[in-house]
Protein backbone atom coordinates (compact mmCIF):
# COMPACT_ATOMS: atom_id res chain seq x y z
CA UNK A 1 0.00 0.00 0.00
CA UNK A 2 2.56 2.27 0.78
CA UNK A 3 4.52 2.18 -2.60
CA UNK A 4 1.00 2.34 -4.31
CA UNK A 5 0.12 5.42 -2.71
CA UNK A 6 3.10 7.19 -2.93
CA UNK A 7 3.27 6.38 -6.65
CA UNK A 8 -0.51 7.40 -7.42
CA UNK A 9 -0.08 10.72 -5.82
CA UNK A 10 3.09 11.85 -7.22
CA UNK A 11 1.29 11.25 -10.68
CA UNK A 12 -1.43 12.87 -9.99
CA UNK A 13 -1.14 15.44 -7.70
CA UNK A 14 0.04 19.46 -8.40
CA UNK A 15 3.75 20.06 -9.18
CA UNK A 16 3.45 22.18 -6.16
CA UNK A 17 2.97 19.85 -3.84
CA UNK A 18 5.76 20.02 -0.86
CA UNK A 19 6.08 18.65 2.06
CA UNK A 20 5.08 15.15 0.40
CA UNK A 21 8.15 15.15 -1.75
CA UNK A 22 10.34 15.52 1.22
CA UNK A 23 8.83 13.27 3.57
CA UNK A 24 7.86 10.09 1.56
CA UNK A 25 5.83 8.90 4.22
CA UNK A 26 2.02 7.41 4.63
CA UNK A 27 1.06 7.98 7.87
CA UNK A 28 -1.90 5.84 9.03
CA UNK A 29 -1.66 6.28 12.66
CA UNK A 30 -0.60 9.10 15.35
CA UNK A 31 -0.60 9.45 18.94
CA UNK A 32 1.33 12.61 20.52
CA UNK A 33 4.70 12.73 19.11
CA UNK A 34 4.59 9.76 17.00
CA UNK A 35 3.44 9.04 13.02
CA UNK A 36 3.35 5.66 11.61
CA UNK A 37 3.64 4.98 7.93
CA UNK A 38 1.58 2.34 6.13
CA UNK A 39 5.14 0.61 5.73
CA UNK A 40 4.89 -0.26 10.10
CA UNK A 41 7.38 2.63 10.00
CA UNK A 42 7.58 4.86 13.38
CA UNK A 43 8.90 8.76 13.42
CA UNK A 44 8.76 11.57 15.88
CA UNK A 45 6.96 14.29 14.46
CA UNK A 46 8.65 17.64 14.87
CA UNK A 47 6.88 19.51 12.56
CA UNK A 48 3.72 18.89 14.04
CA UNK A 49 1.45 20.20 10.91
CA UNK A 50 3.85 23.11 10.29
CA UNK A 51 3.17 24.04 14.02
CA UNK A 52 -0.70 23.18 14.23
CA UNK A 53 -0.34 20.01 17.16
CA UNK A 54 0.36 21.97 20.05
CA UNK A 55 -1.30 18.61 22.09
CA UNK A 56 0.83 16.51 19.45
CA UNK A 57 -1.48 14.17 17.20
CA UNK A 58 -4.80 12.39 18.76
CA UNK A 59 -4.24 14.00 22.08
CA UNK A 60 -7.99 12.62 24.19
CA UNK A 61 -9.33 15.70 24.91
CA UNK A 62 -9.67 16.93 21.50
CA UNK A 63 -10.86 13.72 20.38
CA UNK A 64 -13.24 13.73 23.39
CA UNK A 65 -14.25 17.30 22.52
CA UNK A 66 -14.78 16.27 19.19
CA UNK A 67 -16.71 13.01 20.17
CA UNK A 68 -18.94 14.95 22.49
CA UNK A 69 -20.33 17.41 19.63
CA UNK A 70 -20.60 13.97 17.45
CA UNK A 71 -22.69 12.59 19.96
CA UNK A 72 -24.88 15.57 20.78
CA UNK A 73 -26.71 15.63 16.96
CA UNK A 74 -25.60 19.59 16.82
CA UNK A 75 -25.11 20.75 13.47
CA UNK A 76 -21.90 20.77 12.00
CA UNK A 77 -22.27 23.77 9.38
CA UNK A 78 -24.74 26.67 10.29
CA UNK A 79 -22.24 29.44 8.66
CA UNK A 80 -21.39 32.00 11.25
CA UNK A 81 -24.15 31.34 13.36
CA UNK A 82 -23.96 31.40 17.59
CA UNK A 83 -23.69 27.81 18.78
CA UNK A 84 -23.11 27.11 22.64
CA UNK A 85 -19.47 25.50 20.89
CA UNK A 86 -18.89 28.51 19.92
CA UNK A 87 -19.88 30.73 22.51
CA UNK A 88 -17.61 28.08 24.71
CA UNK A 89 -14.44 28.83 22.16
CA UNK A 90 -14.93 32.53 21.98
CA UNK A 91 -14.87 32.48 25.81
CA UNK A 92 -12.06 30.39 26.25
CA UNK A 93 -9.92 32.23 22.93
CA UNK A 94 -10.48 35.67 25.36
CA UNK A 95 -9.20 33.85 28.57
CA UNK A 96 -6.27 33.02 26.73
CA UNK A 97 -5.57 36.77 25.75
CA UNK A 98 -3.81 39.22 27.82
CA UNK A 99 -6.70 41.66 29.81
CA UNK A 100 -5.77 44.83 28.09
CA UNK A 101 -6.43 43.54 24.51
CA UNK A 102 -9.19 41.49 25.93
CA UNK A 103 -11.76 44.00 27.36
CA UNK A 104 -11.72 46.04 24.45
CA UNK A 105 -11.47 43.37 21.51
CA UNK A 106 -14.02 41.86 19.13
CA UNK A 107 -13.55 38.90 17.26
CA UNK A 108 -13.65 38.24 13.47
CA UNK A 109 -14.00 34.34 12.27
CA UNK A 110 -12.77 33.53 8.91
CA UNK A 111 -11.97 30.51 7.30
CA UNK A 112 -10.21 28.51 6.91
CA UNK A 113 -6.95 29.39 7.14
CA UNK A 114 -4.24 30.90 8.13
CA UNK A 115 -4.07 32.96 5.20
CA UNK A 116 -7.72 33.91 5.15
CA UNK A 117 -7.66 35.80 8.73
CA UNK A 118 -4.22 37.20 7.22
CA UNK A 119 -6.55 39.03 4.15
CA UNK A 120 -9.06 39.79 7.04
CA UNK A 121 -6.29 41.68 8.99
CA UNK A 122 -5.10 43.46 5.54
CA UNK A 123 -8.78 44.50 4.58
CA UNK A 124 -9.53 45.74 7.63
CA UNK A 125 -6.77 48.17 8.55
CA UNK A 126 -7.47 49.47 4.95
CA UNK A 127 -11.40 49.81 5.53
CA UNK A 128 -10.84 51.34 9.08
CA UNK A 129 -7.87 53.66 7.89
CA UNK A 130 -8.90 54.32 4.32
CA UNK A 131 -5.28 54.14 3.37
CA UNK A 132 -3.90 51.34 1.12
CA UNK A 133 -0.10 51.08 2.16
CA UNK A 134 1.26 48.81 4.17
CA UNK A 135 4.55 47.97 6.07
CA UNK A 136 6.03 44.36 6.18
CA UNK A 137 9.45 42.82 6.95
CA UNK A 138 12.31 40.99 4.85
CA UNK A 139 11.67 36.88 5.51
CA UNK A 140 7.74 37.70 6.84
CA UNK A 141 5.79 34.54 5.46
CA UNK A 142 1.85 35.24 5.79
CA UNK A 143 0.36 32.66 3.53
CA UNK A 144 0.02 32.06 0.21
CA UNK A 145 -3.22 34.49 -0.91
CA UNK A 146 -2.99 37.26 -3.25
CA UNK A 147 -2.68 39.63 -0.22
CA UNK A 148 -0.65 37.31 2.27
CA UNK A 149 2.25 36.84 -0.54
CA UNK A 150 1.93 40.70 -1.26
CA UNK A 151 3.55 40.86 2.24
CA UNK A 152 5.44 38.04 2.44
CA UNK A 153 8.80 37.68 0.95
CA UNK A 154 11.34 40.17 0.24
CA UNK A 155 9.73 42.02 -3.44
CA UNK A 156 9.28 45.88 -2.33
CA UNK A 157 6.68 47.94 -4.35
CA UNK A 158 3.88 45.40 -4.53
CA UNK A 159 0.95 46.66 -4.23
CA UNK A 160 2.44 49.66 -2.05
CA UNK A 161 3.89 47.29 0.20
CA UNK A 162 7.37 49.06 2.26
CA UNK A 163 9.77 46.55 2.56
CA UNK A 164 11.78 47.29 6.44
CA UNK A 165 14.31 45.42 7.41
CA UNK A 166 13.25 42.42 10.36
CA UNK A 167 15.66 42.24 12.88
CA UNK A 168 17.91 39.17 11.65
CA UNK A 169 20.75 39.59 13.54
CA UNK A 170 22.86 36.19 12.34
CA UNK A 171 22.43 37.81 9.09
CA UNK A 172 22.27 41.50 9.23
CA UNK A 173 21.43 43.32 6.21
CA UNK A 174 23.62 46.49 7.51
CA UNK A 175 26.79 43.86 8.72
CA UNK A 176 26.08 44.61 12.08
CA UNK A 177 24.98 41.47 13.92
CA UNK A 178 26.76 40.45 17.08
CA UNK A 179 23.55 41.57 18.87
CA UNK A 180 23.54 45.18 17.44
CA UNK A 181 21.32 44.18 14.61
CA UNK A 182 18.32 45.14 15.84
CA UNK A 183 19.13 48.25 16.72
CA UNK A 184 20.03 49.02 13.37
CA UNK A 185 17.16 48.00 11.79
CA UNK A 186 15.01 49.90 14.65
CA UNK A 187 16.19 53.08 13.61
CA UNK A 188 16.53 52.52 10.08
CA UNK A 189 12.42 51.94 10.26
CA UNK A 190 12.37 55.13 12.12
CA UNK A 191 14.50 57.22 9.93
CA UNK A 192 12.31 56.01 6.78
CA UNK A 193 9.10 56.85 8.07
CA UNK A 194 10.25 60.27 9.70
CA UNK A 195 11.52 61.23 6.68
CA UNK A 196 8.92 63.37 4.63
CA UNK A 197 10.89 62.40 1.25
CA UNK A 198 11.33 58.91 2.50
CA UNK A 199 8.42 58.15 -0.18
CA UNK A 200 6.39 55.81 2.08
CA UNK A 201 2.60 57.08 1.68
CA UNK A 202 0.72 56.79 5.06
CA UNK A 203 0.22 53.47 5.09
CA UNK A 204 -2.95 51.56 6.63
CA UNK A 205 -0.78 49.31 8.63
CA UNK A 206 2.29 46.93 9.87
CA UNK A 207 2.20 43.68 9.62
CA UNK A 208 4.76 41.02 11.19
CA UNK A 209 5.50 37.86 13.12
CA UNK A 210 6.79 38.18 16.40
CA UNK A 211 9.21 35.60 15.68
CA UNK A 212 9.87 34.34 12.11
CA UNK A 213 8.43 30.93 11.45
CA UNK A 214 9.43 30.31 7.99
CA UNK A 215 11.75 32.26 7.34
CA UNK A 216 14.18 30.97 9.82
CA UNK A 217 13.21 30.52 13.07
CA UNK A 218 13.91 34.55 13.86
CA UNK A 219 12.83 35.30 17.13
CA UNK A 220 12.20 39.43 17.25
CA UNK A 221 14.08 41.15 20.42
CA UNK A 222 11.24 42.46 22.84
CA UNK A 223 13.04 46.03 22.72
CA UNK A 224 12.39 46.13 18.81
CA UNK A 225 9.11 44.90 18.97
CA UNK A 226 8.31 47.36 21.56
CA UNK A 227 9.79 50.00 19.52
CA UNK A 228 7.79 49.24 16.44
CA UNK A 229 4.81 49.27 18.89
CA UNK A 230 5.74 53.07 19.56
CA UNK A 231 6.80 54.12 15.93
CA UNK A 232 3.01 52.80 14.82
CA UNK A 233 1.29 53.99 17.97
CA UNK A 234 2.60 57.76 17.64
CA UNK A 235 1.46 57.76 13.62
CA UNK A 236 -1.49 56.20 14.24
CA UNK A 237 -0.80 52.92 12.20
CA UNK A 238 -2.46 50.18 13.06
CA UNK A 239 -0.15 47.31 14.46
CA UNK A 240 -0.81 43.53 12.96
CA UNK A 241 1.00 40.94 15.20
CA UNK A 242 0.58 37.37 13.10
CA UNK A 243 0.75 34.70 15.62
CA UNK A 244 -0.35 32.10 13.24
CA UNK A 245 2.29 29.85 13.96
CA UNK A 246 4.01 31.54 17.28
CA UNK A 247 0.65 31.21 19.24
CA UNK A 248 -0.67 29.36 21.79
CA UNK A 249 2.66 28.56 24.04
CA UNK A 250 4.62 27.63 21.27
CA UNK A 251 6.87 30.46 22.61
CA UNK A 252 7.10 30.04 26.33
CA UNK A 253 3.81 32.80 26.71
CA UNK A 254 0.70 32.32 25.72
CA UNK A 255 0.64 34.76 22.70
CA UNK A 256 4.15 35.67 21.63
CA UNK A 257 3.40 39.38 21.76
CA UNK A 258 3.20 38.73 25.75
CA UNK A 259 7.58 38.86 25.97
CA UNK A 260 7.55 42.42 25.20
CA UNK A 261 4.15 43.45 26.80
CA UNK A 262 3.12 44.91 23.38
CA UNK A 263 -0.46 45.20 22.59
CA UNK A 264 -1.01 44.77 18.78
CA UNK A 265 -4.07 46.22 17.16
CA UNK A 266 -5.02 43.35 15.44
CA UNK A 267 -4.13 39.49 16.17
CA UNK A 268 -4.05 37.32 13.31
CA UNK A 269 -4.44 33.23 14.90
CA UNK A 270 -4.89 29.93 12.82
CA UNK A 271 -3.06 26.71 13.23
CA UNK A 272 -2.87 25.33 17.13
CA UNK A 273 -6.72 27.27 17.93
CA UNK A 274 -8.12 24.92 15.59
CA UNK A 275 -6.21 21.79 17.72
CA UNK A 276 -6.04 20.41 14.40
CA UNK A 277 -8.44 20.81 12.53
CA UNK A 278 -8.84 24.21 10.26
CA UNK A 279 -10.06 27.26 12.29
CA UNK A 280 -8.58 30.96 11.73
CA UNK A 281 -9.83 34.51 13.62
CA UNK A 282 -8.63 37.94 13.82
CA UNK A 283 -8.86 39.45 17.33
CA UNK A 284 -8.47 43.07 16.89
CA UNK A 285 -9.02 46.58 18.90
CA UNK A 286 -12.86 47.03 18.90
CA UNK A 287 -12.52 50.65 17.69
CA UNK A 288 -11.26 49.70 14.24
CA UNK A 289 -14.61 47.64 13.86
CA UNK A 290 -15.56 49.80 11.20
CA UNK A 291 -16.81 47.34 8.82
CA UNK A 292 -20.22 47.32 7.46
CA UNK A 293 -22.79 44.31 8.37
CA UNK A 294 -21.45 41.45 5.90
CA UNK A 295 -18.38 43.64 4.61
CA UNK A 296 -16.54 40.04 5.00
CA UNK A 297 -17.95 37.07 5.00
CA UNK A 298 -17.71 33.65 3.78
CA UNK A 299 -19.51 30.05 3.91
CA UNK A 300 -17.06 28.54 6.08
CA UNK A 301 -16.32 30.04 9.26
CA UNK A 302 -18.35 28.16 11.40
CA UNK A 303 -16.59 24.60 11.98
CA UNK A 304 -18.49 23.40 14.69
CA UNK A 305 -15.59 20.39 14.96
CA UNK A 306 -12.52 22.81 14.87
CA UNK A 307 -13.83 25.19 17.49
CA UNK A 308 -14.73 22.42 19.92
CA UNK A 309 -11.61 21.16 19.14
CA UNK A 310 -9.78 24.09 19.57
CA UNK A 311 -11.14 25.47 22.80
CA UNK A 312 -10.48 21.40 24.27
CA UNK A 313 -6.44 22.69 23.56
CA UNK A 314 -6.20 26.45 24.51
CA UNK A 315 -8.15 24.92 27.60
CA UNK A 316 -5.41 22.37 28.29
CA UNK A 317 -2.76 24.41 27.12
CA UNK A 318 -3.50 27.29 29.84
CA UNK A 319 -4.74 24.54 32.55
CA UNK A 320 -1.76 22.62 32.63
CA UNK A 321 1.16 26.07 31.70
CA UNK A 322 1.96 24.03 28.62
CA UNK A 323 3.33 27.39 27.80
CA UNK A 324 5.61 27.81 30.67
CA UNK A 325 6.49 24.43 30.05
CA UNK A 326 7.69 24.97 26.56
CA UNK A 327 9.70 27.82 27.86
CA UNK A 328 11.49 25.97 30.16
CA UNK A 329 12.15 22.83 28.01
CA UNK A 330 12.89 24.63 25.21
CA UNK A 331 15.71 26.98 26.61
CA UNK A 332 17.12 23.43 27.45
CA UNK A 333 17.13 22.24 24.08
CA UNK A 334 18.43 24.93 22.62
CA UNK A 335 21.41 25.45 25.40
CA UNK A 336 21.99 21.19 24.03
CA UNK A 337 21.84 22.38 20.47
CA UNK A 338 24.44 25.14 21.27
CA UNK A 339 26.51 22.69 22.69
CA UNK A 340 26.39 20.54 19.69
CA UNK A 341 27.08 24.20 17.76
CA UNK A 342 30.20 24.26 19.53
CA UNK A 343 31.29 20.68 17.90
CA UNK A 344 29.98 21.18 14.55
CA UNK A 345 31.44 24.35 12.45
CA UNK A 346 28.55 23.46 10.03
CA UNK A 347 26.09 24.90 12.51
CA UNK A 348 26.33 29.26 12.25
CA UNK A 349 23.02 29.79 14.24
CA UNK A 350 21.15 28.34 17.03
CA UNK A 351 18.46 30.27 17.78
CA UNK A 352 14.98 30.34 18.57
CA UNK A 353 12.17 30.76 21.58
CA UNK A 354 10.31 28.18 23.37
CA UNK A 355 9.11 24.86 21.44
CA UNK A 356 10.32 27.19 18.20
CA UNK A 357 13.84 26.22 17.33
CA UNK A 358 15.84 26.92 14.34
CA UNK A 359 19.57 25.80 13.26
CA UNK A 360 20.99 27.53 10.68
CA UNK A 361 23.46 25.14 8.54
CA UNK A 362 26.23 26.81 7.12
CA UNK A 363 29.44 26.34 4.94
CA UNK A 364 32.47 27.30 6.86
CA UNK A 365 34.53 26.30 4.12
CA UNK A 366 33.24 29.12 1.79
CA UNK A 367 33.64 31.80 4.23
CA UNK A 368 34.89 35.00 2.96
CA UNK A 369 36.45 37.59 4.51
CA UNK A 370 33.80 40.23 2.85
CA UNK A 371 31.21 38.28 4.69
CA UNK A 372 30.06 38.57 8.14
CA UNK A 373 29.41 34.83 9.04
CA UNK A 374 29.56 32.13 6.01
CA UNK A 375 27.31 31.36 3.57
CA UNK A 376 24.04 29.18 3.87
CA UNK A 377 24.27 25.24 3.43
CA UNK A 378 21.23 24.18 1.54
CA UNK A 379 22.58 21.38 0.60
CA UNK A 380 24.08 19.82 3.74
CA UNK A 381 20.37 21.08 5.18
CA UNK A 382 18.47 18.73 2.86
CA UNK A 383 21.01 16.12 3.87
CA UNK A 384 20.73 16.72 7.18
CA UNK A 385 16.43 16.26 6.91
CA UNK A 386 17.01 13.37 4.82
CA UNK A 387 19.46 11.78 7.91
CA UNK A 388 16.83 12.69 10.24
CA UNK A 389 13.89 10.81 8.66
CA UNK A 390 16.33 7.62 8.03
CA UNK A 391 16.52 7.98 12.08
CA UNK A 392 12.55 8.28 12.22
CA UNK A 393 13.01 11.83 13.07
CA UNK A 394 10.51 14.42 10.96
CA UNK A 395 12.32 17.89 11.24
CA UNK A 396 11.37 20.51 8.30
CA UNK A 397 13.37 23.75 6.94
CA UNK A 398 12.97 27.36 6.18
CA UNK A 399 15.13 30.36 6.34
CA UNK A 400 17.43 31.77 4.22
CA UNK A 401 18.26 29.20 0.77
CA UNK A 402 15.91 26.78 3.31
CA UNK A 403 19.20 26.13 5.51
CA UNK A 404 17.40 26.41 8.48
CA UNK A 405 16.55 23.01 9.96
CA UNK A 406 13.45 23.85 11.94
CA UNK A 407 11.62 21.89 15.22
CA UNK A 408 8.28 22.50 16.25
CA UNK A 409 7.68 19.56 18.43
CA UNK A 410 4.02 19.22 20.34
CA UNK A 411 4.23 20.95 23.69
CA UNK A 412 3.60 18.12 25.56
CA UNK A 413 6.95 16.96 24.64
CA UNK A 414 8.19 14.76 27.46
CA UNK A 415 11.98 15.05 28.79
CA UNK A 416 12.99 11.78 27.27
CA UNK A 417 11.00 12.27 23.95
CA UNK A 418 13.13 15.81 23.66
CA UNK A 419 16.67 13.75 24.77
CA UNK A 420 15.47 11.17 21.99
CA UNK A 421 14.92 13.85 19.06
CA UNK A 422 18.04 15.66 20.34
CA UNK A 423 19.73 12.23 20.28
CA UNK A 424 18.83 11.50 16.52
CA UNK A 425 19.36 15.15 15.30
CA UNK A 426 22.61 14.77 16.82
CA UNK A 427 23.15 11.44 14.97
CA UNK A 428 21.93 12.86 11.58
CA UNK A 429 23.93 16.15 11.49
CA UNK A 430 27.22 14.06 11.88
CA UNK A 431 25.93 11.23 8.85
CA UNK A 432 25.39 14.20 6.85
CA UNK A 433 28.15 15.86 7.05
CA UNK A 434 30.39 12.98 5.86
N1 LIG B 1 1.21 33.29 8.92
C1 LIG B 1 2.21 32.60 9.45
C2 LIG B 1 3.12 33.26 10.43
C3 LIG B 1 2.42 31.25 9.09
O1 LIG B 1 3.45 30.57 9.61
C4 LIG B 1 1.53 30.64 8.17
C5 LIG B 1 1.68 29.20 7.76
N2 LIG B 1 2.91 28.63 7.87
C6 LIG B 1 0.50 31.42 7.64
C7 LIG B 1 0.36 32.74 8.05
C8 LIG B 1 -0.48 30.86 6.64
O2 LIG B 1 -1.29 29.90 7.21
P1 LIG B 1 -2.02 28.83 6.28
O3 LIG B 1 -0.95 27.95 5.70
O4 LIG B 1 -2.95 28.11 7.18
O5 LIG B 1 -2.74 29.59 5.22
Not at 261 to 267: A, I, R, T, Y
Request: glycine share 12%; proline share 7%; charged share 20%.
Amino acid sequence: AHEGILHRQSLRESAARTYARSLPIVPVRARGLTIEGADGRRYLDCLSGAGTLALGHNHPVVLEAIKKVLASGAPLHVLDLATPVKDAFTTELFATLPPRFADDARIQFCGPAGTDAVEAALKLVRTATGRQGMLAFTGAYHGMTAGALDVSGGATGVRGVTRLPYPYDYRCPFGAGGGRGAELAARWTENLLDDPRGGVPAPAGMILEPVQGEGGVIPAPDDWLRRMRVLTADRSIPLIADEVQTGVGRTGRFWAVEHSGVVPDVMVMSKAIGGSLPLAVIVYRSGLDAWQPGAHAGTFRGNQLAMAAGAATLAYVRENGLAERAASLGARMLASLQGLAAAHACIGDVRGRGLMIGVELVDPASQSPDLPVPPPAPRLAVAVRRACLERGLIVELGGRESSVVRLLPPLTLTDEQAAAVLDRFADALAAAER
